[in-house]
């Protein structure tokens, strides 16, 4: 019975019934809720004026260096976890290794900040 | 655990739920009544003793209401986004050890599980806000995400602190372990403190929370990628919403003040009180605190919170080799 996946049933079971629970509430709901659907109402909400086009269109490119930003630090961030689990045992070598990879990023961060990227209105 | 191994998963995490969302539905009613006195009001008096049955009629009337899904909208993106809020934010509770055996999945990548639930709170609001196909709602969707993704950073470097003081990813084990060694908070001098302030300032910004609420600032984007949810859907957003705070708080315990260690008082209790602490903290800081500007929000999470992440990261690390 005790398998080694059987640790991550609680975690599934909690997953699964707030879904489902949040799924099943907004279908109550409209089982007892009015329907009186109308033009107005369905429309987007601006400011009370009718919606002028889709609002989905292009957007600032700022956003997107945020998400580089994000994927080059958070790879970062992932490769200190199996170093930090192991750290007792990596001893003073292993500190040294992470120190100088870290160091690396700093240098990227700086480079980064430099360039002006971490400026939002530039 | 329990006989069966299945059973006692279920059992638990079938209460676990049910007494976070009685949690957070009363949660609401405090947070109301403390912003009521700090505004010089009274906050819910009518509905029961002191407006205690207030979450009860809020909840009631939501049920009623009429759900508009907008005609332009995705209607299966605008319908899933909620479900998926509510399961990342409540998720997390599960490998949370609420006492040394109140512990649903005792996983051994605990820490990291929590993050990643932490950190893809992002696509929920951002598919709300895409769904919607409303101008505000995209608005506030890019900018939580945009926050979200940069304040996890942080949050993810504060969180190793503990992992390098104790050597264990396991949440159930890092608390063992300040029970035997004293609470992260403590020490070592000054890095505890400090990653916890980290932790605690990212997780305010992670949870959308003031001052860090700029996706939803109401005076300029309506309600931000919530604007086009009404009745139930909106009222689940808002439960994940103070469920993520709850359930953060009990994290930043967990992970820096000790969890459910301490003197005199049974494990439990030490936890409720260390989570309701942190919890008031976090509501006496929304209505205390203005709201920051985006650009203000991004430079204050890369320029010094990132740099100040790894440097109590690196101290930590000569601390533990030093003073095994």
Same mark, same amino acid.
């Given at each position: 019975?005790?398998?080694?996946?059987?640790?991550?049933?609680?975690?599934?079971?909690?997953?699964?019934?707030a879904?489902?629970?949040?799924i099943?509430?907004?279908?109550?709901?409209?089982?007892?809720?009015?329907?009186?659907m109308?033009?107005?109402?369905?429309?987007?909400?601006?400011?009370g004026?009718?919606p002028?086009?889709?609002?989905?269109?292009?957007?600032?490119?700022?956003?997107?260096?945020?998400?580089?930003?994000f994927?080059?630090f958070?790879?970062?961030?992932?490769?200190?976890?199996?170093?930090?689990?192991?750290?007792?045992?990596?001893?003073?070598?292993g500190?040294?290794t992470?120190?100088?990879?870290?160091s690396?990023?700093?240098?990227?961060?700086?480079?980064?900040?430099?360039?002006?990227?971490?400026?939002?209105?530039? | 655990?329990?006989?069966?191994?299945w059973?006692?998963?279920?059992?638990?995490?079938?209460?676990?739920?049910?007494?976070?969302m009685?949690?957070?539905?009363?949660?609401?009613w405090?947070e109301?009544?403390v912003?009521?006195?700090m505004?010089?009001?009274?906050g819910?008096?009518?509905?029961?003793?002191?407006?205690?049955?207030?979450?009860?009629?809020?909840a009631?009337?939501?049920?009623?209401?009429?759900?508009?899904?907008?005609?332009?909208?995705?209607p299966? $993106? !605008?319908?899933? /986004?909620?479900?998926?809020? @509510? *399961?990342?934010?409540?998720?997390? #509770?599960a490998?949370?050890?609420?006492?040394?055996?109140f512990?649903?999945?005792?996983?051994?990548?605990?820490? $990291? !599980?929590?993050? /990643?639930?932490s950190?893809? @709170? *992002?696509?929920?609001?951002?598919? #709300?806000?895409w769904?919607?196909?409303?101008?505000?709602a995209l608005?506030?969707?890019?900018?939580?995400?945009?926050?979200?993704?940069?304040?996890?950073?942080?949050?993810?470097?504060?969180?190793?602190?503990?992992?390098?003081?104790?050597g264990?990813?396991?949440?159930?084990?890092?608390?063992e372990?300040?029970h035997v060694?004293?609470?992260?908070?403590?020490?070592?001098?000054g890095?505890g403190?400090?990653?916890f302030m980290?932790?605690?300032?990212?997780?305010?910004?992670?949870?959308?929370r003031?001052?860090?609420?700029?996706p939803?600032?109401?005076s300029?984007?309506v309600?931000?990628?919530?604007?086009?949810?009404?009745?139930?859907?909106?009222t689940?957003?808002?439960?994940s919403?103070?469920?993520h705070?709850?359930?953060?708080?009990?994290?930043?315990?967990?992970?820096?003040?000790?969890?459910?260690?301490?003197p005199?008082?049974?494990?439990l209790?030490?936890?409720?009180?260390?989570?309701?602490v942190l919890?008031v903290?976090?509501?006496?800081?929304?209505?205390?605190?203005?709201r920051?500007?985006?650009?203000?929000?991004?430079?204050?999470?890369?320029?010094?919170?990132?740099?100040?992440?790894?440097?109590?990261?690196?101290?930590?690390?000569?601390?533990?080799h030093?003073?095994?």
């Amino acid at each position: 019975m005790e398998s080694p996946l059987t640790p991550y049933l609680p975690m599934a079971v909690v997953l699964l019934l707030a879904g489902v629970m949040a799924i099943a509430i907004p279908l109550i709901a409209g089982l007892l809720g009015p329907k009186s659907m109308t033009t107005a109402k369905s429309e987007a909400f601006e400011g009370g004026n009718a919606p002028m086009g889709s609002a989905r269109q292009r957007f600032a490119v700022k956003f997107y260096v945020v998400a580089i930003l994000f994927i080059v630090f958070d790879v970062e961030a992932v490769f200190l976890y199996p170093w930090a689990v192991n750290f007792r045992a990596l001893g003073w070598f292993g500190y040294g290794t992470m120190a100088v990879f870290a160091s690396t990023l700093v240098v990227a961060l700086a480079y980064v900040w430099k360039k002006g990227a971490l400026d939002w209105e530039s | 655990m329990m006989e069966n191994p299945w059973i006692s998963g279920l059992v638990y995490s079938a209460v676990l739920v049910t007494v976070l969302m009685t949690a957070i539905a009363w949660i609401s009613w405090f947070e109301r009544k403390v912003a009521g006195r700090m505004q010089s009001r009274l906050g819910p008096t009518l509905v029961g003793p002191f407006g205690l049955f207030q979450p009860l009629a809020d909840a009631l009337k939501a049920l009623q209401k009429e759900g508009i899904v907008p005609k332009d909208a995705d209607p299966f $993106l !605008y319908r899933f /986004a909620p479900p998926l809020t @509510m *399961a990342l934010a409540l998720g997390t #509770a599960a490998v949370i050890p609420f006492t040394p055996h109140f512990l649903g999945s005792d996983l051994d990548i605990g820490v $990291l !599980y929590a993050l /990643a639930l932490s950190g893809m @709170m *992002a696509f929920p609001i951002w598919i #709300a806000s895409w769904a919607s196909n409303n101008k505000y709602a995209l608005i506030g969707g890019m900018r939580m995400v945009a926050q979200g993704i940069s304040y996890e950073i942080p949050m993810v470097l504060a969180a190793l602190v503990p992992v390098v003081l104790s050597g264990s990813l396991s949440l159930g084990d890092i608390v063992e372990y300040q029970h035997v060694n004293g609470w992260f908070v403590l020490w070592p001098p000054g890095v505890g403190l400090g990653a916890f302030m980290l932790f605690f300032t990212t997780a305010l910004a992670e949870g959308n929370r003031i001052p860090f609420d700029i996706p939803e600032a109401e005076s300029e984007l309506v309600a931000g990628p919530t604007t086009e949810y009404t009745a139930i859907n909106w009222t689940i957003f808002a439960a994940s919403e103070y469920g993520h705070s709850v359930i953060t708080s009990a994290l930043a315990s967990t992970l820096f003040l000790g969890g459910w260690s301490g003197p005199w008082l049974p494990p439990l209790a030490w936890m409720v009180i260390k989570t309701s602490v942190l919890f008031v903290t976090i509501t006496w800081i929304r209505w205390s605190l203005l709201r920051l500007r985006s650009d203000q929000l991004m430079a204050l999470c890369w320029k010094y919170l990132v740099p100040f992440a790894l440097m109590l990261l690196l101290v930590a690390g000569i601390w533990t080799h030093v003073r095994p």
